[in-house]
Structure formats: C-alpha cells, structure tokens
C-alpha cells in the first residue's frame, strides 16, 4: 500500500519499519515484486524506528497482526495531528468493532483484544477509517513484498457514517491503482473476510496445507463449514449478517488457487501467530451474545496448543 501510494507525487508517504526491515528501506527502497510478471519497483520512501521523526500525518495506515497492536498503540501518538485519520487494514476483529453497533449501546468492549483499553485510547473510534484488505501479499526479504494477487480494498467508517475522510484516502487509494469499494457497514464486511479468516488461517497452518488442498478433503471442507456457520450465527447475533453462504466463501477461496494462508505464512516463517485476533475476539463476542461455538472453540484450542508446541504464541 506505502509502495503504490508512492507512485503519486501528490503523495508524501512514510514508513514506520525496525530492524532488518527498516535497514532495507533505507539502502536499497521498497521493492514490490509482481508475482505474475516477475517485474519490480523500487519506491524511496521515508522511514524511521522512530515516528517521531516523521511528524503528523493526514493518514497512518495500520497493517500489522493484531498481536502486534500494543506496541503501534505506544508509537502512535507524533503521527497524529488534530485531523489525522487512522485506517485499519487488518484481518480480524478490530477493537473497536462494538463501538458504533446498536447491540450493546456502545457499551460493549472486547477485552480479549484490548483487556486495559489502551488501543482505544491511542487510537479512538472517531479517527478510525475501517479497511478490510482482500489482495495477498508476502515478505519473502526484508524491504520486498511479493504482490502476489487481487488489489481489492473497502472502506467504511464505524457505524456507516462515512465522511470526507473517506471519500479522501478512497480517491488516494484508487489512483495509486487500488480497486476501491466504499461502504455503509464496514463491520458486515469484517465479518465476510473474517469466515473465511477464522476457518482457513488456523486449519491451514495445523495441516500445513494450502487453501486449495483444505477445499479438495471433504472432511476438511465439512469441519471448516460448520465454523463458517458458527461464525454467520455469532454475526448474526449482534446484529451484523455477513449475507453469504458458507459455500459462497469457500468458492471465494477456490478462486483465489493454491495459495498459502497468512497464518500458514507465519508459522513457517517462526514467528507469532495471529491467533487472538481471529479466534479469541470472535469466541467473546460469542459468549457475550449467548451464541454456541463448539467447532470454533476446538480450534481455537488446537491452534493454540500447536503454536505453544513452538513458542509461537503469547
């Protein structure tokens, strides 16, 4: 996203990036790597460890694993002006997910994923540009990102009520090449992605199999449509119905060939996995509403003792 943005000269874009990442940034550029045409870009773009070197931003896009969240909430604070918009392209459920739905007032928070409220603090609900990200990308070295399909991205406000701040970073977004939806219920369309994240990313990563083979097994495909209806039914009771069927989002999936999950990416790669933000956020909010999970709840177990099995999991 930083990379295509960059090719507007109308866009200043920076880069908040540590270690051997940011090392890469600053020597060679960003470099995206086209999957289908083997072409790369390389795009200067600024970076530093620090945000503070890098001062307000009119929008500070967030696209880390939601495990990674706590520290972006104690970094974020110089990138905000009075005016900035923070965009939330992440799997999952966000934080703020209850703020703007009538279930609960607004009342409701999800403590699973911010137990001592401090995403909400550093990054409160009246900032938030909800985006839900349906393009896969890879990092097969530091400062090179495999584009490796779609270029899909939505866009909403909390609640529906979708200002300037939108139809803004929707215009930026589109130039830089991006297929752009804007929409009325960012949080229907979370929960879209997330049947298919909840399902295929942990089953994915416990078999160490691509999207494709989890679809060939019928055993398999059984096992993931039954947490698919769970999480339909989970939805459905705060008020927020995905609208599709879980044979629907499977056939999303089969389009999309054999690819490898995220969290299959993660767990091969030995680092943590984004196991809270995409089964621990959905099972409270199953709890809160009275909604039985039992397949979900195995899962969640499973994925979990895996990632213990190889400290993969905090």
Known sequence: ??????????????????????????????????????????????????????????????????????????????????????????????????????YGGGSQRLESLDPDGILSRAMPTQRIVGCVVHFAASTPEPGVISHNMGKKLILGQPGGANTTRVKRIATALTMAGFEIAVTGSIEKEFWVKLLGNVSF?????????????????????????????????IGRAVGVDAGIDPEARIDMARALGPFKTSMLQDLEAGKRLEIDGLLAGTLEIARKAGVKAPYTESLFGLIRARADATKQYR
């Open 1 to 102: 996203m930083a990379a295509w943005l960059a090719r507007s000269p109308a866009n200043e874009v920076s880069a908040v990036a540590r270690g051997a990442q940011l090392e890469a940034l600053r020597r060679d550029g960003l470099k995206i790597r086209d999957r289908a045409s083997g072409k790369v870009g390389t795009f200067s773009i600024l970076a530093s460890d620090d945000p503070a070197v890098l001062g307000p931003q009119d929008y500070v896009i967030v696209a880390v694993k939601a495990q990674n969240l706590t520290q972006v909430a104690a970094g974020i604070g110089p990138l905000l002006g009075p005016d900035t918009a923070i965009v939330t392209a992440m799997n999952g459920v966000p934080w703020w997910f209850f703020d703007c739905l009538k």
């Open 201 to 233: 990313n942990p089953v994915s990563a416990l078999t160490q199999s691509t999207a494709n083979v989890l679809i060939e097994n019928p055993e398999v495909k059984t096992y993931m449509v039954e947490i698919m209806r769970e999480v339909l039914a």
